[in-house]
Nanobody, 115 residues
Framework: QVQLVESGGGLVQPGGSLRLSCAASGIIFSINAMAWYRQAPGKQREFVASITSGGGTYYTDSVKGRFTISRDNAKNTVYLQMNSLKPEDTAVYYC?????????WGQGTQVTVST
């Protein structure tokens, strides 16, 4: 059974930075592509960034140049470094494997960007 545990969220001022972590278990982490998603209040969950097993990355346009996804296969963990945060980045952030395992969404981690 896949388990995904996100952490690292918090309250940050506009322009600030946060680093999110997602610890995965129940999968052979190193061979799976991983992704971050987010869901803002009243909106659908949306794709943020992904990373292949080989380290190739892809970002949604709104975070390009500000967010960086990375992975540590030895720790079964995927990270999301978020810089130059904006109020519109406020959301609950989730990770998942690709293809998505819809039964394995974690609790997410809340990111709030506000003065």
């Amino acid at each position: 059974q896949v388990q995904l545990v996100e952490s690292g969220g918090g309250l940050v001022q506009p322009g600030g930075s946060l680093r999110l972590s997602c610890a995965a278990s129940g999968i052979i982490f190193s061979i799976n592509a991983m992704a971050w998603y987010r869901q803002a209040p009243g909106k659908q969950r949306e794709f943020v960034a992904s990373i292949t097993s080989g380290g190739g990355t892809y970002y949604t346009d709104s975070v390009k140049g500000r967010f960086t996804i990375s992975r540590d296969n030895a720790k079964n963990t995927v990270y999301l470094q978020m810089n130059s945060l904006k109020p519109e980045d406020t959301a609950v952030y989730y990770c998942n494997k690709l293809p998505i395992d819809h039964g394995s969404w974690g609790q997410g981690t809340q990111v709030t960007v506000s003065t």
